[in-house]
């Protein structure tokens, strides 16, 4: 059984997760024909836990993911409208504890904006060349 690329899994990902009430945009631009599959699957599971984070807490009318490829990163960036949270990075929830886990995993960096008005923003950045992970100068 031939496995799924990238792109399609998390088109189905999206659309198991689009509700009447949550709309969710997925974009991707640019990304390598080839990707690690340790990077594609940490993004997957990262984007996993974030939407179902969004739908339990978040009160989210919309959600905005998108992948891109730029200056040898690949970049992740999910976005929702909902009521946002206190992010303590020295203190983190569960949801986003595994996140951060992830990130790491994948010598990846994270930034995360939450707010009452603004909802949350969570943009992590992988070092990827030719669709293979760049390991991090000691």
């Known amino acids: 059984q031939r496995q799924m ?32 599959r340790a ?7 990262i984007i996993q836990s974030s939407l179902n984070s969004i739908e339990k807490h978040a009160k989210a009318t919309q959600v ?3 992948i891109f490829y730029h200056n040898a990163e690949l970049v992740l ?3 929702d409208n909902g009521v946002g949270f206190n992010y303590n990075k020295d203190a983190p929830g569960i949801t986003m ?34 669709g ?3 390991e991090k100068s000691q």
């Not at 899994?9 to 969710?24: G, M, P, S, V």
């Open 5 to 36: 690329c990238i792109r399609d899994r998390l088109r189905h990902l999206i659309f198991t997760h689009q509700a009447e009430e949550l709309k969710i945009n997925l974009q991707l631009f640019d990304l390598p024909n080839v990707l690690d």
């Open 39 to 45: 990077i594609s699957k940490q993004l997957y599971r």
């Open 64 to 66: 905005d993911v998108q």
């Open 77 to 79: 960036a999910i976005e």
């Open 97 to 130: 504890k595994g996140v951060l886990n992830r990130v790491a995993l994948i010598n990846g960096t994270i930034e995360v904006s939450s707010s009452k008005r603004h909802g949350t923003s969570i943009m992590i950045n992988v070092p990827v060349l030719n």
């Open 132 to 134: 293979q992970l760049i």
